[in-house]
């Protein structure tokens, strides 16, 4: 395989990198301000083409990620209030200036929810922002015990699992926004990333240590204390990103604090 972005390498470190949900299209995005969108195919041997690249200026980009139906792109900043929306059909950047009801000095980590409704933004002091994938409107806040590193939704789209800095996991209903359930992250002195498999049957919690512990989902909705089915040691900087494939056979873990830490389980 050819670098994905041989057409426009960045001048920055990348923060994303993330395949169109239904087109043979790759996207970069990263600290030089700047997101790009590669055609990925097997036509041209030598090169994948780029399709276009976009610059928003003064806005290192923190994360950027493909909403569900694909149609657009969402970007946070390294130090901002703001985030964009880059309309991929009519090609317009909008600026949302600030979500009415979010006090946050920065908008940084979020999620997007599988079924394309929700988006959750990770705020500070614990505070999880639920907004509307929509209206970019805010709808309800919830808060965690600590500080929140990590959530995930589950694929229905039904629950959240947020990760706090103290090693404990909180099970949100998204509906009624209520706690249904929380536990200890077994051995974990800082939780770091969390990632729930496609087909609902397990939960991966990397931590500071780098152990990524494997928990089966039913277990993690009944017990305080649950024992992992496996405990992965193989990374020994902290774990800073896990994931399933999309029918559940590989968990990748890696980290970003060392070269080529990837391990696929």
């Not at 390294?78 to 908008?107: A, C, N």
């Not at 965690?144 to 090693?167: H, L, M, Q, W």
Request: net charge neutral; glycine share 6%.
């Amino acid at each position: 395989c050819l670098p994905a972005n041989q057409e426009r390498f960045a001048n920055g470190r990348l923060a994303t990198v993330q395949f169109h949900p239904s087109a043979q299209v790759v996207m970069t995005a990263g600290h030089d301000r700047s997101l790009s969108l590669f055609q990925v195919n097997n036509f041209h041997l030598y090169y994948n083409p780029r399709i276009q690249s976009i610059y928003l200026e003064s806005f290192p980009i923190y994360k950027a990620c493909f909403s569900v139906d694909g149609e657009q792109v969402i970007a946070t900043g390294t130090h901002h209030r703001m985030f964009f929306v880059y309309d991929m059909m009519s090609g317009s950047i909008i600026p949302i200036q600030k979500v009415r009801g979010v006090e946050e000095r920065f908008l940084r980590s979020f999620e997007v929810s599988p079924d394309g409704s929700f988006m959750l933004v990770t705020g500070t002091s614990g505070y999880l922002h639920l907004l509307s994938m929509k209206t970019k409107e805010l709808i309800s806040t919830m808060k965690v015990n600590g500080r929140c590193t990590a959530s995930a939704f589950t694929p229905d789209s039904s629950k959240i699992y947020s990760y706090s800095k103290e090693g404990e996991v909180f099970i949100w209903d998204v509906r009624s926004r209520k706690c249904l359930h929380k536990f200890e992250d077994e051995g974990s002195l800082e939780g770091k990333c969390i990632a729930i498999s496609k087909n609902n049957q397990y939960v991966a919690c990397g931590s500071a240590s780098g152990v990524v512990n494997l928990y089966t989902t039913d277990v993690c909705l009944k017990e305080n204390h649950p024992k992992p089915v496996k405990a992965i040691m193989n990374l020994v900087t902290s774990a800073t990103c896990v994931t399933f494939n999309p029918t559940t056979e590989i968990l990748a873990v890696a980290s970003r604090e060392t070269d080529e830490a990837v391990k696929l389980v």
